[in-house]
């Protein structure tokens, strides 16, 4: 941050004491004298006083000097009580800015009334005001959605096992409520365990376990975890890479947990019989990982909002209600966890591509 008040202080301040010397020493001697030929027009008298002019000079040099030091008091309690203080407001202010646009979170428009320490304090304060005002409707939107997933699987999972209990299913169909039971069981225990994977992203408790492996290797591993789902759409999953092997420094299973995200959110808005790429480049030091489907894609005004938390488009609603609105939220946590990036271009009724970045190993010496 540019200490602009507190250069013009010390600027204003050094101003003071130099034209302040330079009067000292034009002055005092004209004063001193006009002053002792005042006083007698003895020829003699005035001699002896011109010749204790300097010493009396020197004494008022010594008081201006002293004067000069303790002018320097208010200056210094204006930077210890004032200054330092307003200026560590607005550091954590832009602290807590940072981590809420690394979080996902849309700031508000910071605006400096003027460009200097009081301008950005003044500007600091409004975003701070500001900034709790969407915290709390964050909060009351978060407590919305979380409850509205919660409440959708319990009060199908409610009457299911109340309609089995009390006979009005037959026993030939138990078997297939009850596996709407257990899917729904499932998706509580994703919401449950994606919950807990943010807060502990939020509380930078998360721990990496750093390793080498074959990306490539990982990717066709998640593929097939999907053979069934895209076997039932007669989607074709296809890995691009012009290496057989490709290895990346990071956690092999958290970014096992973003490709079968990316993947899985692909093969949700792709129509039947579609393709989904994933290629893999790699580009100086880094690998670069592409998700591609040619799907529905996203509309611009859903483009900035798909990281937020819970947060589903009109058609993800329509096309797949089963999803909960967090995938993509860890998917860009966990790759900002690793130092990494992640981007996304998509085309409404084209399609949509997800891009993260991973290190390559260091070379051994």
Not at 87 to 116: C, F, L, Q, W
Request: aromatic share 10%; hydrophobic share 40%; net charge neutral.
């Amino acid at each position: 941050m540019k200490h602009k008040l507190l250069n013009k202080v010390i600027a204003a301040y050094l101003g003071f004491l130099l034209v302040s010397f330079i009067l000292a020493l034009v002055l005092v001697p004209r004063f001193l004298k006009h002053y002792l030929y005042q006083i007698t027009d003895d020829p003699q008298y005035l001699q002896y006083l011109h010749s204790q002019s300097i010493a009396i000079q020197n004494v008022c040099y010594l008081l201006i000097a002293v004067i000069f030091v303790l002018s320097l008091f208010p200056v210094v309690v204006f930077y210890l009580r004032i200054y330092r203080p307003m200026n560590k407001i607005s550091e954590a202010a832009a602290r807590y800015m940072e981590d809420r646009k690394a979080h996902g979170t849309r700031p508000p428009r910071t605006v400096y009334d003027k460009d200097d320490e009081l301008g950005r304090l003044n500007a600091t304060l409004k975003y701070l005001v500001e900034a709790a005002d969407n915290s709390s409707e964050y909060q009351r939107k978060f407590i919305s959605n979380i409850s509205h997933d919660f409440r959708s699987p319990l009060t199908s999972i409610k009457g299911y096992v109340e309609a089995i209990l009390d006979g009005t299913i037959p026993p030939e169909l138990q078997d297939r409520y009850l596996q709407i039971v257990l899917d729904e069981t499932t998706r509580l225990n994703k919401l449950t365990e994606g919950l807990l994977l943010l807060n502990t992203f939020d509380d930078n408790e998360i721990y990496l376990e750093m390793s080498e492996f074959d990306i490539l290797e990982v990717a066709r591993h998640t593929v097939d975890s999907f053979e069934g789902t895209c076997q039932k759409k007669n989607l074709t999953v296809r890995i691009v890479s012009k290496e057989d092997s490709i290895f990346v420094y990071a956690d092999m299973s958290r970014i096992q947990q973003v490709l079968y995200n990316l993947l899985d959110n692909a093969i949700k808005f792709s129509a039947p019989g579609n393709e989904i790429l994933i290629t893999v480049t790699t580009r100086k030091k880094s690998v670069f990982v592409s998700v591609k489907d040619f799907g529905i894609g996203i509309s611009k005004e859903n483009l900035s909002r798909i990281w937020d938390r819970f947060y589903k488009t009109d058609s993800s609603r329509g096309r797949d209600k089963k999803g909960i609105g967090l995938g993509l939220s860890i998917v860009r946590e966990i790759i900002y966890a690793h130092g990494q990036n992640i981007n996304v271009i998509s085309t409404e009724g084209v399609g949509t591509e997800f891009v993260f970045t991973l290190d390559m190993p260091k070379k051994k010496p």
